[in-house]
């Protein structure tokens, strides 16, 4: 694995946290029957709404304050704002998350949930059933073709999140179906649209492609959708105020050949500050 002194703080001690947890897990694993997420994208799509997978995430290193709402409240906004599938922080230490919730929201909404972690043992695995589970190629280094095998044999689908080209060719390497670039660079938790869009055009087409952070408006989902996403992970912009209404916003730039572009500029230059670059 790579020299960890070259990652922020905050993702180091994320990180070590997550070792710590690396026992976590029921005795007898998880079988795990997942709702499509490929099919979700598809019925979205079919439906006139952008893919989008909106994140439930109370806090994290760099936003202030925690929301304390409840999540599956928050998570059924999220759906009746149009989110074809939704993320689930699970990590408790930085990001408020827990696998409780994540069990909570799953039951309560029928789109597919990811389980967003840094797990880095396989034994995590066994800690939640999920329809998705994420896999940081930067951070599992060599265990990749391992334990995505390992969560394809629990059921799951495997979301293999990279930042570069490098850490793309080891996803196909390890026979990544669903990959997403990550715009946030771990290492000084700074936020470029660009990393997308350098990344993307070395993705074989039948690769289910995300492009994940940073993504606070209408110009950004075009932005992101031009340069080939077939589905957006957003979290703090959803977050922030009213997550129905947020979601709506996103999901439905492409109604209707741009006929929003007005109010999209109105509605950029509410509460959302898209200089903040929460992880
Ligand atoms: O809040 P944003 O900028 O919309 O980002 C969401 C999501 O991409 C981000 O939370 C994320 C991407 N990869 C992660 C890995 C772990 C924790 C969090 C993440």
């Known amino acids: 694995m790579e020299d960890q002194s070259?990652?922020?703080?905050?993702?180091?001690?994320i990180l070590s946290a997550a070792r710590d947890r690396a026992s976590e897990g029921r005795s007898g694993?998880?079988?795990v029957e997942p709702r499509d997420l490929r099919a979700a994208f598809d019925r979205a799509e079919a439906d006139g709404r952008v893919p989008v997978i909106a994140e439930v995430k109370p806090t994290s290193p760099t936003t202030e304050g925690t929301r304390e709402d409840d999540p599956v409240a928050l998570a059924e906004g999220m759906v009746a704002g149009g989110a074809a599938a939704l993320s689930v922080l699970t990590e408790p230490e930085h990001f408020?998350?827990?696998t409780d919730t994540l069990e909570r929201v799953r039951e309560a909404v029928d789109v597919p949930v990811l389980r967003k972690d840094f797990?880095?043992?396989?034994s995590q695995l066994d800690a939640v059933e999920s329809d998705v589970v994420l896999l940081i190629a930067r951070f599992v280094g060599d265990d990749l073709p391992d334990l995505l095998a390992a969560a394809r044999d629990r059921g799951f689908q495997v979301l293999v999140e990279v930042h570069d080209r490098e850490e793309l060719e080891r996803a196909l390497d390890a026979g990544a179906t669903t990959i997403g670039v990550n715009n946030r660079d771990l290492a000084e938790l700074?936020?470029?649209?660009?990393?997308?869009?350098?990344?993307?055009p070395e993705v074989p087409d039948d690769v289910?492609?995300?492009?994940?952070?940073?993504?606070?408006?209408?110009?950004?989902?075009?932005?992101?959708?031009?340069?080939g996403a077939d589905a957006l992970l957003v979290g703090s912009a959803i977050m922030d105020g009213d997550v129905a209404a947020n979601t709506r916003e996103l999901v439905r730039t492409e109604a209707?050949?741009?006929?929003?572009?007005?109010?999209?500029?109105?509605?950029?230059?509410?509460?959302r500050d898209t200089t903040e670059t929460p992880t």
């Open 6 to 13: 070259e990652l922020a703080p905050a993702v180091r001690s």
């Open 29 to 31: 694993g998880v079988a």
């Open 96 to 98: 408020g998350g827990s």
């Open 119 to 122: 797990l880095v043992a396989e």
């Open 190 to 200: 700074v936020v470029d649209l660009g990393t997308f869009e350098s990344v993307a």
């Open 208 to 227: 289910t492609l995300i492009a994940e952070s940073g993504i606070g408006s209408p110009a950004d989902v075009r932005r992101m959708r031009a340069a």
């Open 256 to 271: 209707g050949e741009g006929a929003d572009d007005e109010s999209d500029a109105d509605d950029e230059s509410d509460t």
